[in-house]
């Protein structure tokens, strides 16, 4: 008993620490965008809905049924299409960073004070940053065979950023059109 406690202990330390790590990472990351309002209305969560497919089990279990496909040759595809997930997460991150910079750059300019906004903003932020730590670790399954990553919860944060980026940027030309 003894034994199995000594090593679950450091073994649930190094894995908090890492988190921390990450989550500081990423934190610190966020902070760090330029402010550029091109393009940013046409950001969508739909371009990342191929990310969902990449990872499935099913297309793995249909290629496992072809005789001629080795064990090596399926890791290397795991790992490829890990891969390109990677390319899209970063993609994915870079969007909800500019989405992010977008809203509070409007927030400063607006002659109208919103600390609901800034709440609200701040619970995208940490909702995001936890998904993409809860996707890090789904990647480290994966890679060990195990499961599959579900990315609605990271594509969640980012739409509703977008949709409220969408109603700031809409506000004022509401309110010009009825003057």
Known sequence: MTIVLWTAIPSFVLLAVAFALL???LAARQQAVPVNLDGLERISSEKYLPMGRLLREDDFRFLA???GLSSRVARQLRADRRQIFRGYLRCLKRDFARVDAGIKWLVLTSSCDRPDLAVFVFKQRVTFMA???AVEYHLLLHAAGIGTVNIQSILQPLEALRFEFQQMLS???AAGAAA
């Open 23 to 25: 989550f500081w990472k």
């Open 65 to 67: 049924g072809f005789p």
């Open 131 to 133: 998904a993409l730590l």
């Open 171 to 173: 506000a004022p030309l």
